[in-house]
Structure formats: structure tokens, C-alpha cells
């Protein structure tokens, strides 16, 4: 028997939460997530997911409401539902925080995105890197980065290095979502995050060295398949930090995301007006972050799913050497919007994000993973994730492909 504690009650909370339920209910109520509780800063969300699940499986999962950035209160949470793993599908923001409760309380933990501070647009590892020896000692194991991209990508990448290739030289993630909202602008996850996201700079690593480029400054055409040529751009993508490291042999990873223009139209316009600005500034006499408050103006990313069409498709182009050949291959998936909302009522970037959060956190509760300490996903072993993202409805195809991303 074991219990999850899921903390965010957003687009990706309520993909986790219908897809830890299903588990159950296949389970009949024992193993894996026996217990499930939804908790977030609104609790009104998380009842609301909680009757959608209850409607579309049969299982009930308990909510509670929390401030995930008072370490005493989550700790108390936790030992209250009695936790075995939190499963943290809030911001990036509240990841040290969640960390520290999980240490105080002797919890595994898993994310999907890494630690950003709220005043710098900056998201790196090294502020949850630097928890892996407290985390080791405590006998506890936290699991980075168990999303779409971060999380599967990675995963293809252990993949390819454990069946497909001696030596992978080369790596281009390509992530493109060819489906359409019938919105003017709206952010597919959180609009604060992905906005702070896009608006910085691009970043590659090649030969031991990271290189800058300007935000959206690099782009070339990619041919997705199912859905046709698309531009994408240049970006950086914290992946790329673990993998540069974990992949022993590789000389270069970018990432590349594909956008409309109408999109890149509307960012750009808000960012010279100032609305993409992340310090407060004082309106009518109080500080607000425009930012922030554009979000508020946005559709929320959960709601976009009504009336989504269309495919995404994600994945890794490698290029390396196999019995002294060189190949080239691409390990992608395409996932289709409207599918997604009939399963579960999310778009496919929420859809994408949460089963392998799922995967990832049952893996560790029915311990076929286990690493005591602060791992990325892509020290593990690549099969049973693989082989979970087939059963759960991500399935992933490999094809050989020539075409040379410049
Ligand atoms: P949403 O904004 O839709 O949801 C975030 C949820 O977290 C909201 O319910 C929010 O509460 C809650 N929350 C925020 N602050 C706190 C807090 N202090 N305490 C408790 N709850 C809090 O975001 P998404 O669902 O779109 O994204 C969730 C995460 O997934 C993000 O970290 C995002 O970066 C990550 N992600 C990862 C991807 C990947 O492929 N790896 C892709 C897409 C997203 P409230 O409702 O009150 O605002």
C-alpha cells in the first residue's frame, strides 16, 4: 500500500491526479497510490479535480489545502496523511521548499520542472543538486525532472545510449506543438513560467562550453512528423544541464521549440510594452509584477482543452556512432489534444506533463527505482519508464532520419 501527496492543483495536477485514479482503480484500491491526496493553495481546485476523478473512476482522493512554501505546514501535511512520496506539480518556485519538507519528514519527492527564484529568470539545477548528500544521509531519494521535457526526453536519451548507439555524439531535442486553441495568445503551462521562459536567452552547450544567444535568434525549418514543417527556435532548456553530464561522450545537446507568428507577434508587442517584466512596479500607489498580472488576463492553461485540436510532437534527433557507423535517429511521440481531453479533460502539454509525473513516482513507490539522494531521471534505468509511457498512453516511436539539423 502506498500514498502519494500531490501538490499543485493546476493543468498538470489534474492529468496526475485522473492518472494516479486509474491506477488504482486497476489495482482494485491496493499497491501503488492506495492513498491519493490532491493538495494546493486553492483548495476549491483541488475538490473540483477531485469530483472529476471520483465521476470518471470510481476512486476518491482526499484534498487539502496548503501553502507549500511554509515548510512546518507541509511537513505537518505530510506526516498527517502519513506520505510516502510528494509528488510536487506546483511552480518551480516552491521546489527547495517541498524539499525541505520532504527531508524534515523522511519523504521521497519528485518534480517536473527545476528551482526558479522568484526575483531572476534563471532556472538551474545547482540549488536542488546541492540537497544531495542531506538527501543520500537521509536515506530518501528526489527525483528531478520526471515531466515531458524535462523527463521523457531525458529518458529517450538513456534509451538511446543503452540499445541504440555506442557512442551518441550529438543531441537536438525538438518539441513542437502543432495544435491549435482557437485562442488570439494563450501559454500551454503556466503563462508566468513559460513567458520567463521564451523571453530569455537561448543557450547550447557544445565541447565543455555553454554558448548565449539572443532570445528567438537562431531558428530553422523541421519537419515534425504528422504534422508538417514548422519553425523552430533556438532556446535554452534545463535538460540540457543534467545531460551534458550524464551522456559520457556527447560534443553537443541544444533544444528547439517551435512558435506561430501570430504567438510570437503578441510576445513581442507585450514584452516592449513592459508586461513581460518580472520587478514590481507601483500602479495606483501598490507594487504590482506585470507579469503576474498578465496572467491573471490569460486563459488558464487547464482550460484550454475544451476545444484543442491537433497533435504534438516531442522528441530526441541523436546522432552517434553504432558498430563504427555513424546513425542518426529520432525517438519521438506525437499526442493528440482532443484525445487527451477526452480522457481526462487536460490539453496535450498538461497531458504530456503529467503521466510521466505519474510514471516516475510509481516506479519509485513499487520500488523498481530506488537511488537514495538527489537523482536526474536519466541516471535510471531507461526500460520500465519506457515501457510505462506505452501502457499509459505516451507511446513513443524510433526512426532512423537523415535530415541534418544545422
Ligand atoms: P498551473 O499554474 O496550472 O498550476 C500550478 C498549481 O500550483 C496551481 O494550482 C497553484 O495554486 C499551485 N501553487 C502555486 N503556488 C503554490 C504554493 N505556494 N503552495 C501550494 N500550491 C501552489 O501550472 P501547470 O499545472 O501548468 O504546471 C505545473 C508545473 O509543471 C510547473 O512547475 C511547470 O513548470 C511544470 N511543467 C513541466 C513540464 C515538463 O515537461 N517538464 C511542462 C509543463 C509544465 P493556485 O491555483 O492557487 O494558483
Request: glycine share 10%; aromatic share 10%.
Given at each position: 500500500?502506498?500514498?502519494?501527496?500531490?501538490?499543485?492543483?493546476?493543468?498538470?495536477?489534474?492529468?496526475?491526479?485522473?492518472?494516479?485514479?486509474?491506477?488504482?482503480?486497476?489495482?482494485?484500491?491496493?499497491?501503488?497510490?492506495?492513498?491519493?491526496?490532491?493538495?494546493?493553495?486553492?483548495?476549491?481546485?483541488?475538490?473540483?479535480?477531485?469530483?472529476?476523478?471520483?465521476?470518471?473512476?470510481?476512486?476518491?482522493?482526499?484534498?487539502?489545502?496548503?501553502?507549500?512554501?511554509?515548510?512546518?505546514?507541509?511537513?505537518?501535511?505530510?506526516?498527517?496523511?502519513?506520505?510516502?512520496?510528494?509528488?510536487?506539480?506546483?511552480?518551480?518556485?516552491?521546489?527547495?521548499?517541498?524539499?525541505?519538507?520532504?527531508?524534515?519528514?523522511?519523504?521521497?519527492?519528485?518534480?517536473?520542472?527545476?528551482?526558479?527564484?522568484?526575483?531572476?529568470?534563471?532556472?538551474?539545477?545547482?540549488?536542488?543538486?546541492?540537497?544531495?548528500?542531506?538527501?543520500?544521509?537521509?536515506?530518501?531519494?528526489?527525483?528531478?525532472?520526471?515531466?515531458?521535457?524535462?523527463?521523457?526526453?531525458?529518458?529517450?536519451?538513456?534509451?538511446?545510449?543503452?540499445?541504440?548507439?555506442?557512442?551518441?555524439?550529438?543531441?537536438?531535442?525538438?518539441?513542437?506543438?502543432?495544435?491549435?486553441?482557437?485562442?488570439?495568445?494563450?501559454?500551454?503551462?503556466?503563462?508566468?513560467?513559460?513567458?520567463?521562459?521564451?523571453?530569455?536567452?537561448?543557450?547550447?552547450?557544445?565541447?565543455?562550453?555553454?554558448?548565449?544567444?539572443?532570445?528567438?535568434?537562431?531558428?530553422?525549418?523541421?519537419?515534425?512528423?504528422?504534422?508538417?514543417?514548422?519553425?523552430?527556435?533556438?532556446?535554452?532548456?534545463?535538460?540540457?544541464?543534467?545531460?551534458?553530464?550524464?551522456?559520457?561522450?556527447?560534443?553537443?545537446?541544444?533544444?528547439?521549440?517551435?512558435?506561430?507568428?501570430?504567438?510570437?507577434?503578441?510576445?513581442?508587442?507585450?514584452?516592449?510594452?513592459?508586461?513581460?517584466?518580472?520587478?514590481?512596479?507601483?500602479?495606483?500607489?501598490?507594487?504590482?509584477?506585470?507579469?503576474?498580472?498578465?496572467?491573471?488576463?490569460?486563459?488558464?492553461?487547464?482550460?484550454?482543452?475544451?476545444?484543442?485540436?491537433?497533435?504534438?510532437?516531442?522528441?530526441?534527433?541523436?546522432?552517434?556512432?553504432?558498430?563504427?557507423?555513424?546513425?542518426?535517429?529520432?525517438?519521438?511521440?506525437?499526442?493528440?489534444?482532443?484525445?487527451?481531453?477526452?480522457?481526462?479533460?487536460?490539453?496535450?502539454?498538461?497531458?504530456?506533463?503529467?503521466?510521466?509525473?505519474?510514471?516516475?513516482?510509481?516506479?519509485?513507490?513499487?520500488?523498481?527505482?530506488?537511488?537514495?539522494?538527489?537523482?536526474?531521471?536519466?541516471?535510471?534505468?531507461p526500460d520500465p519508464f519506457m515501457q510505462g509511457l506505452n501502457t499509459y498512453g505516451l507511446p513513443w516511436q524510433v526512426v532512423d532520419i537523415d535530415v541534418d539539423i544545422k
Open positions: 500500500m502506498s500514498h502519494v501527496l500531490i501538490i499543485g492543483a493546476g493543468g498538470v495536477g489534474n492529468v496526475v491526479a485522473h492518472k494516479c485514479a486509474m491506477v488504482n482503480a486497476e489495482n482494485q484500491g491496493v499497491g501503488t497510490f492506495a492513498k491519493i491526496t490532491l493538495a494546493s493553495r486553492t483548495v476549491s481546485k483541488c475538490q473540483t479535480i477531485a469530483k472529476d476523478v471520483f465521476d470518471a473512476t470510481g476512486v476518491t482522493i482526499d484534498t487539502a489545502q496548503i501553502d507549500a512554501d511554509d515548510v512546518s505546514a507541509l511537513s505537518d501535511l505530510i506526516q498527517r496523511v502519513g506520505a510516502d512520496l510528494v509528488l510536487n506539480v506546483a511552480l518551480p518556485y516552491q521546489d527547495l521548499h517541498i524539499m525541505d519538507a520532504c527531508l524534515a519528514t523522511g519523504t521521497d519527492y519528485l518534480d517536473t520542472a527545476n528551482y526558479e527564484p522568484l526575483d531572476v529568470a534563471k532556472f538551474e539545477y545547482h540549488w536542488q543538486w546541492a540537497y544531495r548528500d542531506r538527501f543520500k544521509d537521509a536515506g530518501i531519494m528526489g527525483l528531478l525532472g520526471s515531466g515531458f521535457d524535462p523527463g521523457v526526453t531525458n529518458v529517450y536519451c538513456a534509451y538511446a545510449a543503452k540499445h541504440l548507439f555506442d557512442e551518441i555524439h550529438e543531441i537536438d531535442i525538438v518539441d513542437c506543438n502543432g495544435g491549435d486553441h482557437g485562442k488570439a495568445f494563450a501559454t500551454n503551462f503556466n503563462p508566468e513560467i513559460n513567458i520567463r521562459e521564451i523571453t530569455s536567452k537561448g543557450k547550447y552547450w557544445q565541447d565543455g562550453n555553454w554558448h548565449e544567444t539572443e532570445p528567438l535568434s537562431v531558428h530553422q525549418t523541421f519537419d515534425f512528423p504528422n504534422i508538417g514543417q514548422r519553425e523552430m527556435y533556438l532556446m535554452y532548456h534545463e535538460e540540457m544541464e543534467s545531460l551534458c553530464e550524464n551522456i559520457k561522450g556527447l560534443k553537443r545537446i541544444r533544444f528547439w521549440m517551435t512558435f506561430g507568428q501570430e504567438y510570437l507577434t503578441h510576445l513581442r508587442v507585450l514584452k516592449n510594452v513592459g508586461m513581460t517584466r518580472i520587478d514590481p512596479v507601483i500602479y495606483q500607489g501598490r507594487p504590482i509584477v506585470p507579469l503576474q498580472f498578465l496572467k491573471a488576463m490569460l486563459p488558464e492553461p487547464g482550460s484550454l482543452g475544451e476545444n484543442y485540436q491537433g497533435l504534438t510532437c516531442i522528441g530526441c534527433v541523436i546522432k552517434g556512432v553504432k558498430n563504427g557507423r555513424v546513425i542518426q535517429k529520432f525517438i519521438y511521440n506525437n499526442c493528440n489534444h482532443a484525445a487527451c481531453y477526452r480522457e481526462v479533460k487536460a490539453q496535450a502539454v498538461g497531458y504530456t506533463t503529467g503521466v510521466p509525473a505519474m510514471i516516475g513516482a510509481k516506479l519509485i513507490l513499487d520500488g523498481t527505482w530506488r537511488m537514495d539522494g538527489v537523482v536526474n531521471i536519466e541516471q535510471l534505468d
